[in-house]
């Protein structure tokens, strides 16, 4: 059962999340009112594949949650120090970019989810967190560990899999975001196999998509949002 859950698992994100995503994004871009139905959308579809993920892991004799990177690390306080750390230099980063006016890499292939009221602004918000928890889950727990225990594959091969699978994901983007989500994705991997855990690559996603889509912001012909997967990552 997990087999065939972790079969139509990646048929998903390989085929039909892509091109719906593509599509909605179009849509979204045709018609901005759109933007609430969309993101609620795209929130309940990174909660629906994480509940998918942790049921294969429930289901299957040769995966736990420890596989998945959902483990207290052993050195605790040195991981808490890294993520406060992480958390005030992406702030930082974030203030003076916005200071500058300097626009996030690649933020032009993800420009119709930039908010510009106070209602889209918390949609954004939950977008970013639901995409840091939910694709690290996905893309950096269960696919890793799932091509190397069903395919017999090294850790590096079911890495760039799952990164593959990861990138396509953001096909609305065009080449040129997912270029950058490409460099992201792997940054992540690193971060995750550096430190076996997935919470600071969780931390880390949802920080880089607060800044792109809220913090440094701002939406052509529109005013500069106020601070507050998919995300832009």
Known sequence: MSLVLFALLV?????????????????LRENRSMYTRT?????????????VALAIVGLSPDLDLADLGLVP????????????GAAVVSLALALVMRLKKIT???QAAFKELIPST?????????????????EEIVFRGLLISGFMSILDVSRPVAAGLALALFVVGHLYQGWRGMVMVTLA???????????????LPIVLHILVDVRSLLITSRHPGRPAATPVGRGAV
């Open 11 to 27: 048929i998903h994100l390989a085929v039909v999340s892509p091109l719906m995503g593509r599509r909605t994004y179009a849509a």
């Open 39 to 51: 993101f609620l959308a795209w929130i309940g579809e990174l909660w629906a594949l994480a509940f």
């Open 73 to 84: 690390t052993e050195d605790l306080s040195t991981m808490l120090g890294m993520i406060v």
């Open 104 to 106: 996030v890499p690649g």
């Open 118 to 134: 106070a209602a889209e602004r918390w949609l954004a918000l939950a977008l970013a967190i639901s995409a840091g928890v939910c």
């Open 185 to 199: 994705g792997f940054s992540l991997t690193a971060l995750y196999f550096s430190t076996g855990s997935l919470l």
